[in-house]
């Protein structure tokens, strides 16, 4: 799942600072403290509570394009589902979503909460919506595989994880997913 961030936010970032209109230099510096400040917030290797505090500067700079600062809610959601802090997490998720109604991956990350917190017919609605935004992600399609295992949908979990393998051959999700449903 983080690929599917990095990716995503990689593109976004790019997009987003190619259109800032400063003087030249000072867009360059701009453009690499904003770069820094993000790569930061995704940063998976920082102490949680640091990163948080990164990506809050991120979120509440509200000078910046409500994208990046949806991509800031996004990871400092993914830091309060690490630590369990469910509400954070949606709340989080669901604000990232508010600024960037199309980003997959808030929809995948709030499916992942209404997954922990056993609401599975919900979870499955975020992986659907998110996979309608993009649909070139193995991720999306073997975490929405495992939510139909969950459901009891085999046969809708089976379609997922091939789409899955399709995707990227040897994805572990996928792989011992379809593994789990011929050992039944």
Known sequence: MQRLLLAIAAGMLCG????????????????????????????DEIDNDERALICTRIIDDSGLPEDLRAEALLNRGIVHLEEDRLD??????????????????????????????????????????????????????ANRGEIHRLLGTADKAKADYEAAIRLERTHDVA??????????
């Not at 000072?26 to 995704?42: F, N, P, V, Y």
């Not at 604000?95 to 017919?121: C, D, M, S, W």
């Open 16 to 43: 987003l600072l190619a259109g800032s209109v400063v003087a030249p230099g000072t867009a360059r510096a701009a453009a690499d403290d904003i770069s820094e400040r993000l790569g930061d917030c995704q940063d």
């Open 175 to 184: 792989v011992l997913g379809m593994k789990a449903l011929t050992r039944k």
């Open 88 to 141: 954070l997490a949606m709340a989080d998720f669901e604000q990232a979503i508010a600024f960037n109604p199309t980003y997959p991956a808030a929809h995948a990350y709030r499916g992942e909460v209404h997954k922990a917190r056993g609401q599975l017919a919900e979870a499955l609605a975020d992986y659907d919506r998110a996979i309608s935004f993009f649909d070139e992600s193995a991720d999306l399609f």
